[in-house]
């Protein structure tokens, strides 16, 4: 396939490695190459087949828009943007082409997701809940969309009147970890994901282009890692 990449990122710097392993061919553009999206013209975009976004919260909706009016199917990783999605999925399906999200596209992280829901039982039976994470200082948003995904599951499955705070640290180099930590009078239950490298984030990406290509509608990569 023909890919886009957008940002030049650590993140993004990977994808474009992983595409070039799987054998496709790839083109990038960092943000001074893409200022609020004006690269990304049908006629560059006419022999893309599907565009990967991991720029930042600020360039991500242009980016979107713009591949959405060039009829190109997108996959983006950046996180931080979630207040646009109902504008953005409803803009997709008028367009009839592809979009795929996701706070994070490990497949690790995907399982612990669903490991976390099964825990969120536990906030129905005394117990209290909080998330922690620790990302590299460069992230721009806080918390992590990881967080506030786990966020979104624990309250689904436990009640959604219980509070979950999220604690946010921001230190050195560090990947990407999660906790979820439930506590009761009687015990504690501790979850953890930590990632030791980006390799996953970006193979999975990778992986979740090849499966949009040709596809509409409007995915969230949660739903859809088991078909890979």
């Known amino acids: 396939m023909n890919l886009l990449i957008l940002g030049r990122g650590k993140t993004g710097s990977l994808v474009a490695e992983v595409a070039r392993e799987r054998r496709h061919h790839v083109c990038t553009l960092d943000e001074n190459e893409n200022a609020n999206a004006a690269g990304l013209t049908p006629d560059f975009l006419a022999s893309t087949d599907v565009v990967i976004d991991f720029t930042t919260p600020?360039?991500?909706?242009?980016?979107?828009?713009?591949?959405?009016?060039?009829?190109?199917?997108?996959?983006?990783?950046?996180?931080g943007w979630y207040d646009h999605l109902p504008r953005l999925r409803e803009l997709v399906l008028a367009a009839q082409t592809g979009f795929l999200f996701g706070p994070n596209f490990s497949i690790g992280v995907n399982l612990f997701f669903e490991v976390a829901r099964?825990?969120?039982?536990?906030?129905?039976?005394?117990?209290?809940?909080?998330?922690f994470e620790r990302h590299h200082a460069q992230k721009k948003d806080a918390p992590s969309g990881t967080a506030i995904t786990l966020q979104k599951i624990l309250r689904e499955a436990g009640g959604k009147e219980k509070e979950l705070e999220i604690v946010s640290f921001r230190e050195g180099d560090v990947v990407g970890m999660h906790e979820v930590v439930l506590d009761s009078p009687n015990d504690r239950i501790y979850l953890c994901h930590d990632a030791k490298s980006r390799r996953g984030f970006a193979e999975g990406a990778v992986r979740a282009a090849e499966w949009l290509a040709g596809k509409k509608g409007f995915f969230e990569f949660r739903e859809i890692w088991r078909e890979l």
């Open 58 to 79: 600020s360039a991500v909706v242009s980016n979107a828009e713009a591949c959405i009016r060039a009829g190109k199917n997108m996959v983006v990783g950046t996180t």
């Open 118 to 131: 099964a825990a969120g039982a536990a906030l129905e039976h005394e117990y209290s809940g909080q998330i």
